[in-house]
């Protein structure tokens, strides 16, 4: 049966909005939406997802890392799965669409196979990533990194801002920190993954379209910048004497907007913090202290940007006499999206009578680590006014039964690629 005819009159939707409200009531505040890494409200969500997963005709289990997995057995028993995911922790005063919108809809769909009794040629696996945001330990794709087996070990070592290491957090939330690599999955049990999202932007909106194809995930490059000049007092260093730094910053970030809004082939820079000192108003600032973001579809072209970029501020640094200290403090490389799943997924939207449109994510996304395993597809549902990491954050019903439709019929209809390599 087609994806378009199994479910009727927004049915799909409105089983996957109550399961959105039904988890955003588990949180830290009760005003506000948190749910962070190996707490109790974290334990609490994962035993309600696991219910339903149960309920919708899976087998399901906490893993050694704390992700939540279910699995829908194929027509033959211990077949390769075609996996599907998100994470199920958020960012401190959250919006409840992010991370949940992916893992509720994939249930529903299998919930749906389920009552149907229709089992495929392939298992359906569901992961609920524990921690994507890295809120708690300032690390993020926990889950999924171990799930690919590429979790760093050293993060264990890690304390929060109560001084409680990863590893003891752990223990206290029923898991062995020495079993981790049990979490992890080879490349032969999977046929490929599949993450549905929220846009976490306006560019489906401006479109007027509910959903999108995932070209890539954007690689990221973080940068912590320094500029020292001298401070000074306000009223008596003339401004041709003046070593500014926080002029010096200020040039430095209308540069990387310049450089940025100029770029045409979907470059962005932010810069998200900035610090002067010693931070008076009647003083020159001496030293300032601000961070960079960039990120671009290619990892080829941010890299020429991020080095472009460096190139100006250490030439604003020259002309200003300000010393200047750049560390590199994050780098994640582009995910692209592989071509043969965005085929399918084009394919599912226009068979749901949508127009297909394509574009990148800026956002990471637990694909980011999963690439290393599998092939990486993503479908975005569009969100109100592109807000994400805001209580505002908003998927309007419509919306949620359109990406549910469309992720189900590309379930019904996958096709795994022929020429599989790499397994191990």
């Known amino acids: 049966m087609a994806a378009g005819t199994a479910v009727q009159n927004g049915s799909l939707g409105e089983e996957i909005v109550r399961g ?3 988890l955003a009531a588990i949180s830290e505040e009760g005003d506000k939406l948190t749910r962070i890494y190996l707490t109790g409200e974290l334990r609490k969500a994962a035993d309600l997802i696991l219910s339903w997963m149960r309920d919708a005709g899976m087998s399901a289990r906490l893993d050694a890392i704390g992700n939540v997995c279910g699995r829908y057995e194929g027509e033959l028993p211990g077949a390769p799965c075609l996996m599907l995911g998100s994470h199920y922790d958020t960012v401190r005063d959250a919006g409840k669409w992010d991370g949940p919108l992916g893992v509720i809809t ?9 009552r149907r009794g229709k089992r495929l040629p392939f298992a359906i696996e569901i992961v609920g990533f524990a921690d994507e945001e890295g809120v708690r330990f300032a690390s993020t794709l926990l889950g999924s990194r171990a799930v690919a087996g590429t979790f760093d070990e050293s993060v264990l070592n890690t304390r929060d801002s109560d001084g409680v290491a990863m590893r003891d957090a752990l223990v206290q939330f029923g898991l062995d920190p020495d079993h981790i690599g049990a979490a992890a999955r080879a490349r032969r049990e999977l046929l490929g993954y599949l993450e549905l999202h929220i846009e976490q932007g306006p560019v489906l909106e401006a479109q007027n379209l509910p959903v999108g194809v995932v070209t890539a995930i954007a690689g990221a490059t973080r940068l912590a910048a320094r500029l020292t000049g001298m401070a000074g007092h306000a009223g008596t260093v003339p401004m041709s004497l003046r070593r500014d730094a926080l002029a010096g910053a200020a040039e430095s970030i209308g540069a990387i ?3 940025c809004r100029t770029d045409e082939g979907g470059l962005v820079g932010t810069v998200g913090y900035i610090q002067a000192r010693p931070g008076a108003t009647n003083v020159i600032p001496g030293e300032v202290s601000f961070t960079i973001d960039m990120r671009a579809p290619t990892d080829m072209h941010r890299k020429r940007a991020v080095a472009d970029v460096v190139r100006q501020i250490e030439a604003i640094a020259r002309r200003r006499q300000l010393s200047l200290q750049l560390d590199v403090t994050h780098e994640n490389r582009t995910a692209p999206c592989a071509p043969w799943l965005q ?5 599912a939207i226009k068979a749901e009578g949508f127009s297909v449109f394509e574009l990148p994510s800026g956002a990471g996304h637990d694909g980011m680590a999963m690439i290393d395993i599998a092939d990486v597809g993503m479908i975005f549902v569009r969100c109100r006014g592109g807000i994400s990491h805001h209580p505002d954050e908003h998927v309007e019903l419509a919306d949620a039964h359109a990406g549910a ?5 590309v379930i019904e209809n996958f096709r795994p690629r022929e020429d599989r390599t790499g397994a191990g």
């Open 343 to 347: 085929e399918q997924i084009a394919q």
């Open 106 to 114: 994939a249930i529903a769909c299998v919930a749906d196979l389920n």
């Open 20 to 22: 959105i409200n039904d």
């Open 257 to 259: 907007e310049q450089f």
């Open 405 to 409: 439709r469309v992720l189900l019929r």
